[in-house]
């Protein structure tokens, strides 16, 4: 199938015998989806109503003359892409070069040689599919580039995805309180024995998705999974003036979810709230995570606690004992730390 | 040995004091941003006239300053307009007591480019001498301040607004002066750079890409003396080992069969007295062409279809056997079609943001904000 089949032409002429001339001409080449307009107006008129691939112009027209058509065309932000040929007379240099200067694609001087109209529809129908093609391959790299950007900052937390993307870089802060929760899956490892790894992957999936969906809720950030072990943050990115006690909420909502997700799953929380710094490591595969002692003593608490409780240190407790129902759980050696008072939140009041 | 260390560096410590003074003297306003398009090479700026924005603001408050003609009708830009590129559309230029110039007004449009100045004066090379010769000349009177200089600097100083422009620009109270003036003016024009042609942005229509293929073509040569980017083969920018100054005897005279152009206007043989030179003028560029009408050094030719007819022709009627004529001005067969296609190239040329825009535009009906 010749090309010119596809594309559709407007051609734009005053006199009748043209129209029929450029119709026999046109037909001869397969150019078979070609409109007629008999002046300036009407053109413009079909122009607004229907998508045309080419437009050949009339120079000399009473009413709206060719230039006045083909500036009008251009100022058009939905049609200024069109490719315009105008038609001229043979020695008319000048309107010629004024119809490139306005933005005309070609011209085609009168009396019509077929093999010249064939060559400039044909270079016209061309350089228009490959304009097309450039745009749609842009526009295919811009959905791309969006892609990868919502990726980022599913990956990333908002604010440091954008930083990232902005200046290529994030600086590390430090932090003067951001709240901390570690939960693990107690007896995970006997859990796995006997089981197949889709299994497993499965029930964590749907355990961890649960947890993502209680952070959310409480405006905190996930920070990352190791293992059976989530981790997240309060007071991180999102503003939280209380983040101890969000992340003692959190947990004891965690812990509460996690028999229902599964009959098997039991989890320990272990919170602590205090400064840390936060940034991003790696160059090519970027992860955010957080580091300090507020860190280390939230892991460690974590791993002192009974299952389906919070655990945190007495001096947090006292924080916010006047909401939370607990238990002393005595002293405990912390790992780094030596003798510590060690209480566990089972509910809140 | 050791003391030789001491003395090396001593000196290599004196030598680098010494280059750092010299250095930062010499590059007062080496941070002037050119903000040139990618490709396009630095304007070479005199060590004496370093750019700056201030200077540039001041040059074209004085470009378009009336006062700098004897009786207030004329400023540089009566005869170099914006919407023209820097051209007046006339066959030649009338100066401002109505006395014709023998010479077509010529482009301003990329004129810091050039290594010699006006049609044909290849001793002259340096913008703030040239522009004093339309200003205090009298073969013809232009602007027709001869014997006026004080008058200038009065009238300036008198204009608080100068005043402080000047200030500014050059830094200390007595800073308004026929010295800076001409700095000033000279800075503004080389700021006058047109390189944002629908051929520069690479979107030529069909048409135009037929024609550059005729352009840039062997047989019609044009590129040999219009070469790309700048369509002149007069040219001197930062980074050229040499400057390319060009000259050519396009075949539009031949008086009395011996080769002879108008005594008025013989080109480069005004100045040398070779007889080679005769009927010489430097190749002006093709920028903004389309809109630079009439065309030639004397604006004897009104069109671009014209122009092409004479190059077609191999000169302009007996001008054709012109004994100086170049050699690339040997003619060519082109038809109807390929003609335009040539004009819708050249007409490609044009930089309509050059013409439009209004850091170059009147400062007294378009202020910057």
Not at chain 1, 14 to 22: R, V
Not at chain 2, 59 to 81: D, E, I, P, V, W
Not at chain 2, 138 to 156: D, F, H, N, S, Y
Not at chain 2, 309 to 332: E, Q
């Amino acid at each position: 199938m010749p090309e010119g089949e596809q594309s559709s032409l407007l051609v734009v002429d005053d006199e009748p015998f043209n129209h029929t001339l450029i119709k026999r001409l046109l037909d001869a080449e397969g150019y078979a989806d070609v409109s007629f307009a008999d002046n300036g107006r009407q053109a413009l008129d079909m122009l607004q109503e229907s998508n045309f691939d080419i437009v050949l112009l009339d120079i000399e027209m009473p009413e709206l003359n060719g230039f006045e058509v083909l500036e009008s065309i251009k100022a058009d932000l939905n049609h200024r892409h069109v490719p315009v040929i105008m038609i001229s007379g043979v020695e008319d240099t000048e309107s010629i070069a004024k119809c490139i200067e306005l933005g005309a694609e070609d011209y085609l001087a009168k009396p019509f040689n077929a093999t010249i109209l064939r060559a400039r529809l044909g270079a016209c129908v061309e350089k228009k599919r490959l304009r097309d093609q450039e745009k749609s391959h842009l526009e295919q790299i811009r959905t791309e580039k969006k892609k990868a950007d919502e990726l980022l900052t599913v990956i990333l937390p908002s604010s440091i995805a954008s930083e990232l993307k902005a200046t290529g870089k994030v600086q590390p802060r430090g932090y003067d309180k951001v709240g901390m929760l570690f939960c693990d899956i107690v007896g995970f490892t006997n859990y796995c024995s006997g089981r197949s790894a889709e299994e497993v992957v499965t029930g964590l999936q749907t355990l961890f998705t649960k947890f993502e969906e209680i952070t959310t809720k409480y405006n905190m950030e996930k920070i990352k999974t190791i293992g059976d072990e989530f981790m997240a943050s309060a007071g991180l990115t999102n503003p939280d003036y209380e983040p101890l006690l969000t992340v003692v909420k959190c947990g004891l909502e965690m812990a509460a979810a996690a028999p229902e997700v599964s009959a098997d799953w039991k989890v320990r929380v272990g919170v602590h709230a205090g400064p840390l710094v936060a940034g991003i490591v790696g160059d090519q595969k970027y992860q955010f995570d957080v580091w300090g002692d507020t860190v280390n003593v939230a892991a460690r608490m974590a791993g002192a606690g009974n299952p389906g409780a919070v655990t945190m240190t007495h001096d947090s407790w006292l924080e916010i004992e006047s909401e939370c129902q607990g238990k002393m759980l005595g002293k405990m050696e912390i790992k780094g730390k030596g003798e510590i008072d060690v209480v566990e939140c089972t509910g809140l009041q | 040995m050791s003391s030789n260390v001491r003395a090396y560096n001593k000196a290599s410590l004196f030598l680098l004091l010494l280059f750092t003074f010299v250095f930062s003297a010499g590059n007062l306003h080496a941070d002037y941003k050119w903000n040139l398009p990618p490709g396009l090479p630095e304007p070479v700026i005199p060590q004496s006239n370093p750019m700056s924005v201030a200077k540039v603001e001041l040059g074209r408050h004085l470009f378009y300053y009336k006062k700098l003609s004897l009786n207030g009708k004329m400023a540089c830009a009566t005869c170099h307009r914006q919407a023209r590129a820097f051209t007046d559309g006339r066959v030649t230029a009338q100066g401002t007591t109505g006395e014709i110039h023998p010479r077509n007004t010529p482009s301003l449009g990329n004129v810091a480019y050039q290594p010699v100045l006006t049609w044909a004066q290849p001793k002259l090379t340096r913008l703030e001498e040239q522009l004093l010769i339309p200003l205090l000349g009298t073969q013809p009177v232009e602007l027709g301040m001869a014997g006026k200089k004080k008058i200038i600097v009065r009238r300036l100083k008198r204009d608080p607004a100068y005043h402080s422009m000047f200030q500014a620009a050059f830094g200390d109270n007595k800073a308004v002066s026929l010295e800076n003036m001409a700095k000033a003016l000279a800075s503004f024009q080389r700021r006058l750079i047109t390189a944002n042609s629908a051929y520069d942005r690479e979107d030529l229509s069909l048409a135009a890409e037929r024609g550059a293929k005729l352009f840039f073509g062997e047989r019609l040569n044009c590129f040999r003396c219009h070469p790309a980017p700048f369509f002149t083969d007069s040219l001197t920018h930062v980074g050229l080992g040499f400057k390319e100054i060009a000259f050519h005897n396009t075949g539009l005279y031949n008086l009395a069969g011996k080769g002879a152009y108008p005594p008025k206007n013989t080109g480069l043989h005004a100045h040398t007295g070779q007889p080679e030179d005769m009927g010489r003028f430097r190749t002006p560029s093709l920028r903004n062409v389309a809109v630079t009408a009439p065309y030639m050094h004397d604006g004897s030719v009104p069109t671009l279809a014209q122009v092409i007819d004479i190059y077609a022709a191999g000169g302009r009627g007996p001008g054709r056997s012109n004994p100086h004529k170049s050699v690339f001005v040997s003619g060519f067969n082109l038809t109807s079609i390929e003609k335009s296609d040539l004009i819708a190239f050249l007409t490609s040329l044009t930089d309509e943001t050059f013409l439009t825009d209004p850091r170059f535009s009147d400062p007294f009906t378009n202020p910057l904000k």
